[in-house]
């Protein structure tokens, strides 16, 4: 989970804390209200469906906390809750100006009947723009969720890949590969949230096809990404012993499978690593040159893992 997310959460339940506070005045005007059509809509009622609300914004991503699908359709439906709660108080205040716009009207107008038409119009399009709003404000929370989960993975990428490096000249080999293949499941991950491609798990039998059909790494790879999940199962999971060739290997290849990854790009400041983008107009084109030099790179990993 992002800085982004957690923030959200804290402002919920901070929000949370002062509906507690102010739960005495509430008591105090619990029957106290405005009339509308004929039916009574008391404080009390705004004050639950408030905390209705938060309660259902913190259990959504608690739920998207628990899973491993990051942005997943909890989280997402988490977000349009979290707009309808910050906008429920102004359109409320939009639908009590209605009414009191309605008894001028009628006032005015000395027509009782105008009056209820323009408090239902009123009432109708305050309600309608709310959730219009809150749509929009859901989809630009998910977009800033994405945008702050592909950095986070980017920088987690790095560490990866950094920390395999120090492993390898300590001479933990078998940590070589666990730490590698993170870096090789972070690069997927944020390639895949960057192009907005739903993957139900992060699992990584699973994040590799779901890669090959996005187009993320080319059809001739997709072999040798499974040998390096297979190469780290085998080093974490089994008693065979991992050589310090073995790491070597392990390590040359998953610098190359991540440079295969779908154009288009731009480099890093560090030269090391490129980030994956969204999907341009020269996408074909880096698409075209991934395919075109696909054959090349597994002929230089073929001769990487012959031992």
């Not at 004929?38 to 209705?52: N, S």
């Not at 349009?80 to 309605?102: C, E, G, N, R, W």
């Not at 991950?189 to 798990?201: E, G, K, M, Y």
């Amino acid at each position: 989970m992002n800085d982004f997310a957690k923030a959200k959460i804290l402002f919920a339940l901070a929000l949370v804390a002062v509906l507690f506070a102010i739960h005495a005045v509430v008591r105090d005007f619990s029957h106290a209200g405005i009339s509308f059509f004929g039916v009574v809509v008391q404080f009390r009622y705004i004050y639950f469906m408030m905390l209705g609300l938060l309660g259902c914004v913190i259990y959504f991503y608690a739920v998207d906390f628990i899973t491993d699908n990051p942005l997943g359709v909890a989280h997402r439906i988490g977000n349009l809750f979290y707009a309808i709660t910050l906008l429920f108080p102004p359109v409320f205040a939009i639908v009590v100006l209605s009414i009191k716009v309605a008894e001028g009207v009628v006032w005015i107008s000395s027509s009782p009947l105008a009056g209820e038409i323009s408090k239902l119009a009123m009432a109708l399009i305050a309600c309608g723009a709310g959730l219009l709003i809150a749509k929009i404000a859901s989809a630009a929370l998910n977009l800033r969720d994405r945008q702050h989960t592909v950095d986070r993975l980017a920088f987690e990428s790095k560490a990866h890949l950094q920390r395999a490096e120090e492993l390898m000249e300590a001479g933990h080999y078998d940590l070589v590969a666990l730490e590698g293949y993170r870096c090789v499941e972070s690069v997927l991950q944020r390639a895949l949230i960057n192009d907005n491609v739903h993957v139900p798990t992060t699992r990584p039998n699973q994040l590799i096809p779901a890669a090959s059909k996005a187009g993320i790494i080319p059809e001739e790879l997709v072999g040798i990404f499974h040998e390096l999940r297979i190469a780290r199962n085998r080093a974490v999971h089994t008693s065979d012993q991992f050589s310090g060739k073995d790491a070597s290997w392990f390590l040359a290849t998953t610098r190359k499978m991540v440079s295969s990854v779908r154009a288009p790009r731009r480099a890093e400041e560090n030269g090391q690593f490129v980030e994956v983008g969204a999907r341009t107009a020269g996408s074909s084109a880096g698409s075209a040159t991934v395919s075109e030099s696909a054959k090349a790179q597994v002929a230089d990993v073929a001769s990487i893992t012959e031992k």
